[in-house]
């Protein structure tokens, strides 16, 4: 259930966007210690963005989960993976951490909680 969505500025993102996907993935599964079967991932690339005024890359990220959430670790490891692999510098990241309520999520039909 945790969902993490990248909106960048920027238009090629890496060379392979798949692997880099597979890889936020992993990383996702093991900081909130959740099955990877359950973890979904977007990126979104080209869109119309500026951060401090500049419209050089940048990124914006959202990290939904029900519970499991550890802000402070996981934007350490999420800044640092996306400037290891990308363009986007880490003091051009912003993330935005949502705690879900199991109730609020749905999946195959149903809800968690």
Same mark, same amino acid.
């Given at each position: 259930m945790p969902f993490i969505q990248i909106n960048t500025?920027?238009?090629?993102?890496?060379e392979n966007d798949d692997l880099l996907q597979k890889d936020?993935? !992993? @990383?996702?599964?093991? #900081?909130?210690?959740k099955p990877e079967n359950y973890v979904m991932t977007m990126i979104q690339k080209n869109a119309k963005m500026t951060f401090a005024g500049s419209d050089e890359p940048c990124? $914006?990220? !959202?990290?939904?989960?029900?519970?499991s959430?550890?802000?402070?670790? @996981? /934007?350490?490891? #999420?800044?640092e993976l996306i400037a /290891?692999?990308?363009?986007?510098?880490?003091?051009?990241?912003?993330?935005? $951490? $949502?705690?879900?309520?199991?109730?609020?999520?749905? $999946?195959n039909g149903s809800t968690f909680g």
């Open positions: 500025s920027s238009k090629s993102v890496v936020i993935s !992993k @990383m996702i599964a093991v #900081l909130t210690g990124c $914006f990220i !959202k990290v939904q989960s029900i519970g959430l550890n802000p402070s670790s @996981m /934007s350490k490891a #999420l800044c /290891s692999k990308t363009n986007i510098n880490t003091n051009r990241i912003y993330i935005e $951490f $949502f705690d879900v309520e199991a109730s609020n999520w749905g $999946f």
